[in-house]
């Protein structure tokens, strides 16, 4: 089944402890993005990917940090998480044509208190 | 970047009835995009409208764009109340770079 995973669904920790969200996709695709959803705010984008090695910030990427090792994977790493990081995160991915749909994991809601 | 704008952003109706939603965009497009949430889950891909196209159909939903207009709509006919959920548009630019700009979501009740 094609499907993009993310871990942990929830998380509660606290400021300056630094923590990864994990992603992962199965149908080879080269993009893959961050997004955050906050309420009256919609989805906004974190970072993003084109491909192995390479990747590029988007609207909101201060306080995070990626990587993308390997094709499959892109984790979200936030160094030193503040309270303004509290948020419901989306993963990503897509073909890289753009005229294909984007898949999403089911979210990742953390609280920093 | 551009940003997609959903009007009205909230939208409560009985089932059997129709659903209309608008987005309107302000840069040049590649396509234009329709997802659905369900509460706190996944975006799900609905519908993708090429920008050379000026409407499309997918079971019970239509889609139109207008880019001389900068502007779309999704239309769910016969609401079920499954079909409760928030909608989003996404536009993806020309510029090569895959990004999806949101808009912030109509949020659709459907009352059985």
């Known amino acids: 089944e094609a499907q993009v995973t993310q871990n942990p669904r929830y998380l509660i920790t606290v400021t300056g402890k630094k923590l990864t969200v994990t992603c992962s996709q199965n149908m080879n695709h080269e993009y893959m993005s961050w997004y955050r959803q906050d309420p009256g705010l919609g989805l906004r984008q974190i970072y993003y990917?084109?491909?192995?090695?390479?990747?590029d910030k988007g609207d909101v990427p201060e306080g995070y940090k990626v990587s993308r090792k390997e094709k499959r994977n892109f984790p979200l790493i936030l160094e030193s998480p503040s309270p303004n990081q509290t948020s419901l995160y989306f993963c990503?991915?897509?073909?890289?044509?753009?005229?294909?749909?984007?898949?999403f994991g089911q979210g990742t809601r953390l609280t920093v208190v | 970047s551009q940003q997609g704008e959903e009007d009205p952003q909230a939208l409560s109706i009985q089932e059997g009835e129709n659903a209309t939603m608008n987005c309107s965009y302000k840069t040049s497009i590649n396509n234009l995009q329709w997802y659905r949430q369900n509460s706190g889950r996944g975006l799900v891909h609905l519908i993708l409208?090429?920008?050379?196209?000026r409407e499309k159909h997918s079971g019970r939903l239509r889609v139109t764009l207008d880019t001389s207009k900068k502007s779309s709509s999704l239309l769910i006919t016969a609401s079920r109340a499954a079909d409760t959920a928030s909608y989003f548009c996404a536009t993806l630019d020309g510029k090569g770079n895959n990004r999806l700009a949101f808009g912030k979501g109509n949020q659709v009740v459907v009352i059985p």
């Open positions: 990917s084109m491909n192995v090695e390479v990747t």
């Open positions: 990503a991915s897509s073909f890289l044509t753009g005229n294909t749909e984007a898949f």
């Open positions: 409208i090429r920008s050379n196209e």
